[in-house]
Nanobody, 129 residues
């Protein structure tokens, strides 16, 4: 039903900036939350940032709070992740994901991997000097 394609990854120096994009196509009205997840070497995939398409509620992982920003251009069906002041410990494969119903009662945002049904192939981010 949905296809997600990430772009914008690449090589960046510590302290640098990258902007990731996720183009969502298909039945875009069917998802209630979008998110960015990261899989780093030797670690489980973790939620970086998520956003509810219902009320705009956002979530940020503790390690990226204040440095990363998630946004969405509804007209372009595109989700963005602005990443500022990247750290050595933040390289990895970044995935864009979309969550569809059913959702948890009373919740407008999905923040865990299990809640997301549709995933992109990921875009690689490398942090190196």
């Amino acid at each position: 039903q949905l296809q997600l394609v990430e772009s914008g990854g690449g090589l960046v120096q510590p302290g640098g900036y990258l902007k990731l994009s996720c183009l969502v196509s298909g039945l875009t009205l069917e998802y209630y939350s979008v998110g960015w997840f990261r899989r780093a070497p030797g670690k489980e995939r973790e939620g970086v940032s998520c956003m509810s398409t219902l009320d705009g509620t956002t979530y940020y992982g503790d390690s990226v709070q204040g440095r990363f920003t998630i946004s969405r251009d509804k007209a372009k069906n595109t989700v963005y992740l602005d990443m500022n002041n990247l750290k050595f410990e933040e390289p990895g494969l970044y995935y864009c994901a979309a969550a569809t119903w059913p959702k948890a009662p009373g919740a407008a945002i999905a923040t865990t991997e299990a809640e997301y049904r549709y995933w992109g192939q990921g875009t690689q981010v490398t942090v190196s000097s």
